[in-house]
């Protein structure tokens, strides 16, 4: 697999356990305290960090820091709005819509030769 795929994959694996170590505990865990919130996000997050490392070392080797970044970013806005909808019951936003273009905007001046 070439590796901007094994990046992309690792990416979009690690963002999902991102997501929900920042965002789940608001559904989840509101009538809890915050440092019970923070820990079990903490926990969540570890696995983010074992997918996130490794790979932004694999994209490195081919992609540029800035290319790295945005690719996070785009995947980042991939995973977030599906979760925001269907697992935070939050309504769809034509604001999603301009944000992921926006971002094209970023990846077509980041990746351009």
């Excluded at 939050?90 to 999603?96: A, E, S, V």
């Amino acid at each position: 697999m070439p590796a901007v795929a094994q990046t992309a994959l690792l990416l979009l694996c690690s963002n999902v356990f991102m997501t929900f170590a920042w965002y789940a505990h608001l559904k989840n865990m509101s009538g809890k305290p915050w440092y019970v919130a923070a820990f079990a996000s903490w926990g969540i997050a570890l696995f983010e960090y074992l997918l996130q490392v490794p790979a932004n070392r694999i994209g490195h080797q081919s992609l540029t820091l800035g290319q790295l970044k945005i690719l996070q970013e785009v995947i980042t806005l991939s995973v977030f709005v599906p979760f925001s909808i269907y697992y935070m019951q939050q309504p769809f936003k034509r604001d999603f819509l301009w944000a992921g273009l926006c971002l094209c905007g970023a990846v077509y001046f980041m990746f351009r030769k």
